[in-house]
Nanobody, 124 residues
Framework: QVQLVESGGGLVQAGGSLRVSCVAS????????MGWFRQAPGNEREFVAT????????YYADSVKGRFTISRDNAKNTVYLQMNSLKPEDTAAYYC?????????????????WGQGTHVTVSS
């Protein structure tokens, strides 16, 4: 099973940008679809973005569409989430996850490996 470690979280002002990264261990990274989810205090975990194993398909939550971009570098076993035009409501812990299906599906039940999360705080 792949193991995931996120990084890049921090404090940013509203309207700013931040890129979070997730590095996977193991030699089968390119066979997994990758997703980003987030959870704000007191809220349930929600889907943010997903990318297929080849990188050819992506899917975004409506709340981040046009502001966030998911990408991956299979040579580096890394998936990225570029976040632009950040809003205070984007404040959350961001988790990356791996899906053995290889398909860009927004359901958390499709993912069987999760990172520990990286915190993003957007100040107003």
């Amino acid at each position: 099973q792949v193991q995931l470690v996120e990084s890049g979280g921090g404090l940013v002002q509203a309207g700013g940008s931040l890129r979070v990264s997730c590095v996977a261990s193991g030699r089968t990274f390119s066979s997994y679809a990758m997703g980003w989810f987030r959870q704000a205090p007191g809220n349930e975990r929600e889907f943010v973005a997903t990318i297929s194993r080849s990188g050819g398909w992506t899917y975004y939550a409506d709340s981040v569409k046009g502001r966030f971009t998911i990408s991956r570098d299979n040579a580096k076993n890394t998936v990225y989430l570029q976040m632009n035009s950040l809003k205070p409501e984007d404040t959350a812990a961001y988790y990356c996850a791996a899906s053995p299906s290889g398909r860009a599906i927004p359901r958390s039940s499709e993912y069987d490996a999760w990172g520990q999360g990286t915190h993003v705080t957007v100040s107003s």
